[in-house]
């Protein structure tokens, strides 16, 4: 390697031209002396072309996966803070066939989001500052509130069954694949939710001993939920007495 006055070129040298190649800068008013050396370049300048490519492709990438993320909270916790406050809302005075459309938005946005944190584990690591923009605390509304549906409310009155499966299935398949990301699950359960603030409501429900006793049978799941949420620094959505005086009958 030499410079434009044709003398050899020092350490410094070398390593200035080497980033410019690198960046696809140019030569940095260097030249490689020789064929071989001029081959590297090369390929040093095509490597560094690729890289650039791929890490802002990647990068881009990310973004998207951390907006759809936020997208995806906002849209549950839109609803509710909490499980029991979805619930209540999405009652019409006859059944909760309104929730309907909701429960298979949030199955496919909660597929999208598993398939991206494969793809970019990355993502296991970002947290929202903003509770509504949180994805961990979306997921664990969102679960309360299938929970409720499929075991606390009379089956006449549920929502589509597969619609509830679907969604149930959604959030199983992504706390599989951010359990791996070593977040272990809580050593006790979150507080179950009060469905007896529906049935103050003239919702109808199931009585509070039947729903323990079914809540009871997926402990482990809502320890390994509970777990994604203190792992990501977050308390569990409990409901707030101001949110229990807000139920009244539709």
């Known amino acids: 390697m030499e410079t ?76 509710g803070h909490d499980g029991t406050e979805i619930v209540h809302n999405a009652w019409n005075g006859k059944d909760f066939h309104d929730i309907d459309f909701l429960l298979i938005a949030a199955s496919s946005e909660l597929g999208k989001l598993t398939a991206q944190h494969n793809a970019f584990p990355i993502l296991h690591f970002y947290h929202s500052t903003q509770h509504q923009e949180s994805s961990i605390i979306a997921v664990a509304v969102l679960d309360e509130a299938l929970t409720i549906f499929k075991y606390g409310i009379p089956e006449q009155y549920q929502p589509n069954q597969l619609h509830i499966k679907e969604a ?68 569990w959505p409990v409901q707030e007495q101001a949110i229990g005086n807000a139920y009244s009958p539709k």
Not at 50 to 73: D, E, G, H
């Open 4 to 79: 434009q006055s044709k003398e050899p070129a020092s350490w410094s040298d070398r390593i200035y031209f080497s980033g410019y190649v690198m960046f696809t800068l140019g030569n940095g008013d260097l030249a490689p002396n020789g064929g071989l050396w001029k081959l590297v370049t090369i390929i040093e300048t095509a490597q560094g072309l690729l890289t650039i490519t791929f890490s802002v492709t990647y990068l881009i990438s990310v973004l998207s996966a951390v907006n759809q993320k936020r997208s995806f909270a906002q849209s549950v916790l839109s609803l």
């Open 168 to 235: 149930r299935s959604s959030i199983k398949n992504y706390l599989d694949t951010v359990h791996t990301a070593y977040i272990h699950p809580a050593e006790q359960a979150p507080p179950e939710p009060d469905i007896s603030k529906l049935q103050q409501s003239g919702i109808p429900a199931l009585s509070k001993q039947t729903f323990q006793i079914a809540v009871n049978s997926i402990k482990e799941r809502r320890q390994l939920l509970l777990g994604i949420i203190q792992a990501g620094a977050r308390k």
